[in-house]
């Protein structure tokens, strides 16, 4: 199969680069890893309801849905992307796998619309059976109506915090404690941003009326929470922080969420340190075209800015597409554009604001040394500083002194903080050190996938490189 | 532990779709993953880690962190957070690394 733009991911900005494009006239296939179109943020929207209590916002993804299934872009669910050589003879050749088998398509040009994912912290016992991800909450709500059963407690900060406690509140199943780590320097810098008060008032009266919800549901707030800890055996028994402690069945830990970049890393292309969203992202131009002629990244895994900026940056990638191949014009593709660059400064003005409010605290760059920072094969900080300081210079050597990152994950949890250790350990900025560099396959995949898998035409005839 | 959601009148979640977790039959809603229904059937934990045997359980439910891996119908390490329940299937915990059998 050959077709003009493979977008891989259906979140918002996938959806709507497809949309666009197939109304382009484009040849789009969309392949995404979950069973239906949404991504992290509009999961299951399709099934939701009028009433939800997940909100308007989020039923505002019905319409990027039904967009995308009502367009002539072939959409592949269920579907994992592991690997793609991006300077193929006609293109790029995109190898993904479903239900085991594997297929390699040629495209003219690949959008990475690969999302974000939660940033990894780790506490103390952050590996105890009942502590997860609070979007790992919002997701057993969205996609079955599963709410936690016994005492919860939500710690951490940012916008979808408070917003996932509310959402738990009104699926009643409210969390008994929600501990805000925001520390209180960030309000004084978050002042600097005043500026975005007016473009992003809409955003701003959303959030603030978060704290009022939780406060009608009656969920104690804790603020400037420091010292969080999960205690437990074999499984989660209290949550203690400095000059505190309750006895806890869950515990759901948020300090933002950061681009996937798993792919555009195992790419190659050229990845900035963001010291403002302090993760990597990679370098865009104006279009999400990056640093290889035939790959663009859209929506969050470009850099943090939400669904509304993520539908229209995936629209943009979409109209460059087009223009680069030949089904618009550079004048048209630029008139069309000027609507979307108008509501991406609208979307993105608050951004600066919460970046600042939000800076997670110093403390989840630098765990305790007994805190284990690599869940797949066990590795903790204090094996990591040692490696740092036999040698190892970067992520890569630590990896191959310790073994970190060398589990299933393949670095997704453990790589921030493992960059982030070296730094501290070695007293060099996080910029200097770099990232895990992610080789194909990027999801594991069995060996008869792998020995089955069926090549494109032009490669039939020879074996896989 | 888990359960269903049940607050305005019409949202009611119906568990239709039975699934055998550990051996013991779990009805779990539509759209539910094997890793929600392991969560709804209220194990103390879902696999013991590759290296140290410790339990764990679903972390981040969205791809990313392989603590959900579970035996979904006869094979390993599936990630189960990302395979959707079907009725009949058979989801038990994942006990340590894989063995390697010679065929």
Known sequence: ?465 | MFRLRADAPGATIAATIPVAVEGRIVRVPQGASAAAALLLAGLPSSRDSAVAGAARGPYCLMGVCFDCLAEIDGVANQQSCMVRARPGMRIRRQRGARPLEAE
């Open chain 1, 1 to 465: 199969m050959t077709v003009d733009l493979a977008i891989v991911g259906a979140g918002p900005a996938g959806m709507a680069a497809a949309a666009l494009a197939a109304e382009l006239g484009l040849a789009t296939l969309v392949i995404d890893a979950e069973a239906a179109p949404g991504g992290q943020i509009y999961r299951a929207v399709e099934e939701a309801a009028e009433g939800s209590p997940l909100g308007a916002d989020y039923l505002a993804g019905r319409g990027l849905a039904a967009a995308l299934r009502a367009s002539a872009a072939q959409y592949r669910p269920g579907t994992t992307v592991w690997h793609i050589d991006p300077a193929a003879p006609q293109g790029a050749a995109l190898s993904m796998i479903a239900d085991g088998v594997s297929e390699t398509v040629t495209a003219r040009r690949i959008l990475l619309a690969t999302g974000a994912l939660e940033r990894p912290v780790a506490i103390p016992g952050w590996t105890l059976p009942g502590v997860m991800t609070a979007g790992a909450a919002q997701i057993l709500l969205k996609s079955a109506g599963i709410v936690p059963d016994g005492r919860a407690v939500l710690a951490g900060q940012g916008p979808l915090l408070a917003l996932i406690a509310l959402q738990l509140a009104r699926a009643g199943a409210p969390p008994a404690l929600v501990l805000q780590t925001t520390p209180r320097r960030n309000y004084a810098a978050a002042a600097r941003h005043l500026g975005a008060l007016w473009p992003g008032r809409l955003e701003i009266a959303r959030g603030a009326a978060l704290p009022l919800g939780l406060r009608r549901h009656g969920i104690a707030v804790r603020r400037g929470v420091r010292g969080l800890r999960a205690l437990g055996r074999d499984r989660l028994e209290a949550v203690a922080w400095a000059g505190g402690e309750v006895a806890a069945d869950h515990l759901f830990l948020h300090e933002g969420v950061i681009p996937d970049t798993q792919i555009s890393r195992g790419l190659e292309l050229a990845h900035t340190w963001d010291a403002a969203q302090l993760c990597w992202r990679p370098v865009t131009d104006a279009w999400g075209g990056s640093s290889l002629p035939t790959v663009a990244v859209a929506g969050d895994a470009a850099g943090i800015a939400g669904a509304e900026a993520a539908a229209l940056t995936g629209r943009l990638a979409a109209l460059d597409a087009a223009a680069r191949l030949g089904h618009l014009g550079a004048a048209e593709r630029d008139r069309r554009a000027a609507p979307l660059r108008a509501g991406l400064r609208r979307a993105r003005a608050i951004r600066p604001l919460l970046d600042a409010l939000y800076r997670p605290p110093a403390a989840v760059f630098a765990p305790e040394d007994a805190v284990i920072l690599c869940r797949c094969e066990e590795v903790t900080a204090g094996q990591i500083r040692r490696a740092v300081r036999l040698g190892a210079p970067g992520p890569n050597q630590v990896k191959a002194f310790t073994r970190c990152g060398m589990g299933p994950c393949q670095g997704r949890m453990c790589g921030p903080l493992v960059t982030a250790l070296i730094a501290g350990e070695r007293g060099v900025p996080v910029a200097e050190i770099g990232p895990y560099r992610p080789r194909a396959p990027y999801k594991p995949l069995t060996l008869g996938a792998l020995a089955g898998a069926q090549f494109a035409t032009e490669e039939a005839s020879t074996s896989p490189r």
